[in-house]
């Protein structure tokens, strides 16, 4: 067992002696799933203002769908016991496999608390409780219900199914496992319909017959749709794994990478299911699942699967993760409301299907969304009540979920930062004369390909004049005037012209065109840190920061902002959260360092310059920047150890010119500072700069150091400064 890596949630650490180096936990032994019926949920008529009942069409969080019996079993000769999944960020456990019979309910019973009729009892949509007995009338609408299998072991469906026993009780009734006596494989059959009329059950599978279509690695197979008397069923792919609800049951809330990674890998099912016009309706944690080795995520229980704008049939969804329009019929913005809500429920433990039902708690009841303020704001966004407000596709939320996570990692694993969709790459490279917060070293936004005025943009990129590019701008809107990017391109044109009302005109323009484009506010914010208005600019970065929560080059901009203000606190969080995440990112490296030494934290900020890689075109002024921290000439605090680290990093720079004579005159003028407050007693070996540690050596260091600079001064009465400088310090001598 030693040598193997901890298996403990989040931690990742390895096995020694029994027990992880990390976490300090003997490793946890893999235990058997438990079975269990689904949750309760919602059906929603289509057109109807009132929500019903509170089941849902979903399996329960124990059911395993998917792949016939030849997988592997948990007693595959895997070597490690954790895999990488999340974009390659996070390890999560293996997972037994268990055999598919051992998974069947030995006594299949609805429990009384979770009996409930489907038709809404009064104008609330309230659903009547049917807790007295298992198969009756209901009491208050006199439609029939019924609770008990209606299919047994060793019954067989279509001539080719032959029922093995129960998995899971739904809002269409109970999930069955089965085996394909055809084809030799293990299969589910969900219910689709149960009436009195045979031909409404035939009618009702071949309404869902589009399902066949469905083809999707992280969406379990459909393989057929059969009757069998009143009831149709979808007969699908058996999944030989774990629901998440059924981890997040056993284990509590999740670790946010671990949440983050599931959720992340499922919205790729979602984008394809709404480029092919359907909605899932229903997601929550019962629905995907964790299966094969090594895991991977898989959507389940297609019975609630609607076309885009189906203007008929049934709506389902579960109390607590259902959006609050869902009831006016299902869209891809509800869709998406329903993972914000899975992914809230597997972070948090709160009260989400009664006091934050279409809202979340506060981060100061909820650490996980205190610790990391860009989760939250992906949240906030994803389940917003306005669908408009939400994110309005499915790739679009994965892009900025991805950022979240690189974010949640970013730490305790080496940094994967990728491309940006939606901004170019760090500029400080191309603006080394700034060294405090400006607008010039945001990175700009990258241009959409499928912009109608990108190819006049591309025409134009050689156009270096910013008058007569922006000549060139309004003779493009004239051309295409249906192009945003064109009149975003003019009002940072105007911006950088200093033509600030102007840039003012367009933006307005643009925003009334489209309201919900992030892009306009983004350019607001550069115009008011460029005008100086730091506080206005941290108000408007701000917001577009809760729209693209996932972005590295938003933060940078709050953070800016921040400095600007004066708060060096919340600059040099974000500073350090750009910084960490993508180590490119220069330009957060070094507003890092600046928070740090304005705040007197000297060996951070060290730290925070030494994050710029030696490959970096950066890397000297790195080097200077952290000599600069160490020497501290303005506090006068730095020790002399301290002072003989700035000398071996100025010697070691493979530089010369103004920078390093600079900071060999501020290291010898400190040194003589701290030689004349203390009686310093040093070896004789230890040198700054080559020379000993004594006062006339220090001041002829420090006169020599001046003279250079004088010669490297264009301006004459500076020069003439540094000479007198250098003559007053010379030390005194007697020839």
Same mark, same amino acid.
């Given at each position: ?154 019954? @067989? ?17 109970? @999930? ?45 197979? %459909? ?115 329903? %993972? ?27 650490? @996980? ?77 990258? @241009? ?11 025409? %134009? ?258 020069? %003439? ?15």
């Amino acid at each position: 067992m030693d040598g193997a890596t901890c298996t403990q949630p989040g931690c990742g650490g390895t096995i020694d002696g029994g027990f992880c180096n990390r976490c300090g936990l003997e490793p946890p032994n893999a235990g058997s799933a438990v079975m269990g019926t689904g949750d309760s949920g919602l059906m929603v008529g289509t057109g109807s203002a009132t929500i019903g009942s509170s089941r849902s069409a979903s399996l329960s969080s124990s059911s395993r769908l998917g792949a016939g019996s030849t997988r592997r079993t948990g007693s595959s000769t895997q070597s490690s016991s954790r895999k990488l999944i999340g974009l390659g960020l996070v390890a999560v456990p293996e997972l037994p496999q268990l055999a598919p019979e051992s998974v069947i309910i030995a006594n299949p019973q609805v429990p009384p608390n979770k009996r409930f009729c489907g038709n809404p009892d009064d104008a609330q949509g309230n659903p009547t409780p049917l807790t007295r007995r298992e198969v009756g009338f209901c009491p208050a609408c006199g439609k029939p219900y019924s609770f008990v299998p209606s299919l047994k072991p060793n019954d @067989v469906v279509a001539d080719q199914y032959e029922v093995k026993g129960c998995l899971a009780y739904g809002g269409l009734g109970w @999930v069955y496992l089965a085996k394909d006596t055809m084809l030799n494989r293990w299969v589910v059959l969900k219910g689709l319909l149960n009436t009195t009329d045979e031909s409404a059950a035939a009618a009702a599978v071949a309404e869902r017959q589009f399902l066949a279509a469905v083809k999707h690695p992280n969406i379990v197979g %459909i393989y057929n749709f059969v009757t069998r008397g009143t009831e149709g069923f979808i007969v699908m792919e058996y999944v030989n794994g774990t629901s998440v609800k059924t981890l997040r049951k056993e284990r509590g809330p999740l670790p946010p990478a671990e949440a983050i990674a599931y959720v992340h890998r499922i919205l790729g099912a979602f984008a394809y299911l709404h480029g092919a016009g359907m909605v899932y309706c229903d997601m929550k944690p019962d629905n995907f699942m964790l299966e094969g080795v090594p895991p991977d995520v898989k959507l389940i229980d297609m019975g609630g699967v609607r076309r885009l704008h189906d203007p008929g049939g049934d709506i389902y969804g579960t109390r607590g993760y259902s959006a609050p329009e869902a009831a006016e019929g299902p869209t891809v913005a509800s869709d998406l409301y329903t %993972i914000g809500r899975t992914l809230a429920v597997l972070l948090m433990e709160f009260r989400f299907q009664s006091v934050y039902e279409f809202d979340l708690p506060p981060p100061v009841e909820q650490e @996980v969304l205190a610790r990391h303020d860009s989760l939250h704001r992906f949240l906030l966004k994803a389940t917003q009540r306005d669908p408009n407000l939400r994110f309005q596709s499915a790739d679009e939320m994965a892009d900025q979920l991805a950022g979240v996570l690189r974010e949640v990692v970013a730490g305790t694993s080496l940094p994967k930062p990728v491309e940006s969709t939606h901004f170019q790459g760090d500029v400080l490279a191309m603006n080394e004369e700034l060294d405090s917060p400006s607008h010039k070293l945001l990175p700009d936004l990258k @241009v959409r390909a499928d912009d109608p005025g990108a190819a006049y943009l591309l025409w %134009i990129a050689g156009a270096s004049d910013l008058r007569r590019r922006a000549v060139m701008l309004n003779e493009g809107i004239h051309i295409s005037p249906d192009s945003r990017e064109l009149r975003l391109r003019l009002a940072r044109n105007m911006i950088e012209l200093e033509s600030y009302a102007k840039a003012v005109e367009v933006l307005d323009r643009a925003e009334k065109e489209d309201p919900f484009d992030w892009r306009v506010a983004w350019y607001r914010g550069y115009s008011l840190l460029a005008q100086g208005e730091a506080a206005a600019a941290y108000t408007v970065f701000d917001q577009v920061y809760n729209e693209m929560p996932g972005e590295p080059a938003v933060k940078l901009a709050v953070a800016m902002a921040a400095e600007a203000t004066g708060d060096d606190v919340t600059a040099g969080r974000l500073y350090d959260l750009v910084s960490t995440t993508d180590p490119s990112f220069d330009t957060a490296t070094f507003g890092l360092a600046r928070c740090l030494s304005r705040g007197g934290k000297r060996a951070e900020a060290v730290a925070a310059y030494q994050r710029v890689s030696a490959s970096s075109s950066l890397h000297t002024r790195a080097q200077i920047g952290m000599a600069r921290v160490m020497i501290d000439l303005n506090g006068g605090a730095s020790s002399m150890d301290e002072l003989c680290s700035a000398s071996s990093v100025i010697d070691a720079m493979a530089a010369e010119g103004r920078d390093v004579f600079e900071l060999r005159a501020e290291l010898f003028e400190s040194a003589l500072r701290l030689l004349a407050g203390q009686n310093i007693r040093r070896p004789e070996a230890v040198r700054l700069l080559g020379r000993s540690l004594d006062e006339t050596s220090l001041r002829r260091g420090l006169e020599e150091s001046l003279r250079f600079l004088a010669r490297l001064e264009p301006h004459r009465p500076r020069q %003439i400064a540094l000479v007198d400088r250098a003559n007053r310090i010379r030390p005194i001598t007697w020839t």
